[in-house]
């Protein structure tokens, strides 16, 4: 029995070093608890193999420490591997240091034994005629057992609370584990109290830990998964039709019976129902899909056919199956999403990307037509939608997109390319241009309560046969002569030409020089008077002049819009900003009490923090804000999507005087008076103009400026030309005049001759 035992043990414990050696390999999360466990498992049945082939005391002795102190390893690796197997998580510090603290005392119950001995002693018997030591327990053996078999209990109850709450697929993996440490535990508790001199439960301990690895690592409930496997192919939405190796129909689930219309367990005509709807598919064969499409139109319904073989583990040909899914919904939201990623979504015509693909395809494949490259831009889009709401916005697209289509042959290609422009290739042949621009003359949209003129411009490119097709391009130039009328109410369609595009190239020139300019003072302010209602100099507007070394004095209008449009008039105005101060910090040395007006333009709230800028010079030139009056236009305020009212008012705080340049030239300058704070309106030349003929204008201007002197507020008129109109502004209340009656624009030094000396 002993050898028989000592073969049997020594067989476990190699058996289970080796699953430990994979334990740890492997990379599933319980992997390294399971080695834990196993090494456990290993180290009491290795104490008794040597008890069993031990005949001497010494050894026997060594033997029971071993098993002894391999018991703690075992109980509490199983401890620690429930938590992980069970889904628990890692045991809490709460428990395990209570735990650990009392294996500890075991420990040292032990490592005492052989002073005092508290744990055990051995006594030699005699076993199948050779010596024997068996164990005398002592208090510290007790205190052993009870520690190892209370945590053990506790681990039992764990595995049989998870075997009773777990689903069929898991409860297989927990109940056995449950039976064999039940078995093994039982065994156990039988050597103790029987005093059996030969422990066979270490062939449990040795089971156990091989049951663990097994059920830990490898285990697949293969009877479970084949029943879920069936059920899922039965309630799965594909068609699927099994086939024997013979080529017979076995099995069909309820889509594929609906699909071949069968509604009994009779599979004999499945094959010819198949042929008969897919136009003879091979069903013989196997390895292959395709796509089948059954009808036409938005009638069609779309099929992916799929048929593969069944292999047994030998990778024998068992049979096959055909798989059958309706795409149908798929292949039409796959045009849907085609259709939304082509088609602008608010308009439904072609989007930007589209577009250009199209008019490349056009322009490569026919080369017999003369073609132009259209860019169309709604001017006044922004102030349509702060005025008349983004729905009244969007309906003023989808109109002029509507215009487009009905207005248009099926050769013309047109998309949407921005939020307010539209692209379009024309053939020259068939454009009639003339009768585009009377149209734009008065193009109106309107709906049930809403109706404004839409102002629209056209950029022309005209495509040279010898041109290479590059559309962006093509676009980008017409669009560039589309910038060029942008403030023009009248023309509203221009061509990218030759003039153009050496205008176009002396706008670059000029941008280009800029920088230079403004550090030689070419760009340079020239100051207007402005008086009072006694032809008194109160101030003057400072208004930008560039003497240029080759081209001379150039009038504003030749580089003030181009640097509107490209940005550089922040670097301009922020260079007139320092200019001025410059001056006054000059005249408040010579004791000259006058204030300067300078321009802000709307783009440069775009491009730095104007309130900021103006705040710096002001501190850096150490001068009174009051004399540095600052000028806003009303199209600035009513077309920035910046909040310029809050600027405004923050530059009031500060000390700066605010002027309303070209009152009246807006929409909204009644508005515009009641929500902002303003220290002085500048009323616009265009009244003048009128005003000596036009009654009308004079009631205007003269309730003007009543009203302004109500809401407190100074007014300055400017573009006074004649004595005349200085006369009836002085005899209606205005306060500040400014024109060429009194003085044009001069240099500094012709201004202080002129006023000062």
Known sequence: MRIALSVIFSILIISLLVCMVFSMC?????GKAVAFLIAGMATPVLGNLILIISSAQLISTIGYYIYFIGMDVAVYSSWYFTHIYCDIGKPKKTLQIPILIFFALDMILYTLNPFFNCSFSTEPIMVEERAYFRLVPYLGQTYHRVICYGLFFAILIIF?????????????????????????VAVESYYIFSRQ??????????????????????????????????S?????????????????????NEPGKMLVGINKENYDEVKADLNFLFDDIDLSGSGWSKRITLGTGDEAMYYFLSMKSVVNDKKKVIGSYL????????????????????????????????????????????????????????????????????????????????????????????????????????????????????????FTVKDDNLEHRILIHIGIYDINPDDETDIPLFFDSARLAATMIRDDYKKHIIYYDDKLRNELIHNQLISNQVKEAIETRQIRPYLQPIVDSRGMLAGAEALVRWIHPDEGFMNPGMFIPVFERNGLIADVDRHMWRCVCEILADWKKRGIDNFISINISPKDFYYMDVVSELKKLVEEFGIEPVKLRVEITETAIMTGSIDILKLVKELREYGFIVEMDDFGSGYSSLNLLKDMDIDVIKIDMQFLKDSESNIKANTIIKNIINMSEDLGIDTLTEGVETAR????????????YQGY??????????FEKQWFD
Not at 26 to 30: L, N, R, T
Not at 389 to 401: L, M
Not at 741 to 750: A, G, H, N
Request: proline share 3%.
């Open 26 to 30: 492997s990379k599933k999360p319980v």
């Open 323 to 442: 798989s059958v899914r309706d795409i149908t919904e798929d292949q039409r939201e796959m045009k849907r999403e085609m259709y939304r990623a082509t088609h602008d979504s608010l308009t439904g015509i072609y989007t930007k990307e589209y577009l250009y693909e199209n008019i490349r395809k056009r322009l490569e494949n026919d080369r017999n037509t003369n073609y132009m490259i259209g860019f169309i831009e709604v001017t006044n889009y922004k102030l349509i939608n702060d005025v008349f709401g983004s729905e009244f916005g969007d309906y003023t697209i989808k109109h002029i997109a509507d215009y487009i289509s009905n207005n248009t042959s099926k050769k013309v290609l047109y998309g949407r390319l921005s939020t307010d422009s539209f692209g379009i290739l024309l053939d020259k042949d068939t454009l009639n241009l003339d009768i585009i621009e009377k149209r734009l003359e008065n």
């Open 197 to 230: 001199p030969l422990d066979i439960s270490m062939v449990g301990f040795g089971i156990f830990g091989l049951l663990v690895y097994f059920f830990a690592l490898k285990y697949r409930p293969l009877k479970l998964l084949d029943r879920m496997l069936a």
């Open 232 to 252: 899922m192919a039965s309630e799965m939405p594909d068609a699927l039709f099994f086939f024997d190796r013979s080529g017979k129909c076995i099995w069909v």
């Open 741 to 750: 009656y009194f003085s044009k624009p001069v240099p500094l030094e012709d």
């Open 725 to 736: 109109q200085y006369e009836k502004l002085y005899a209606m209340g205005c306060k500040l």
């Open 160 to 184: 049989a609370v998870k075997t009773i709450k777990a689903t069929k697929v898991y409860k297989e993996k927990y109940r056995v584990i449950l039976f064999s440490m039940i078995a093994t």
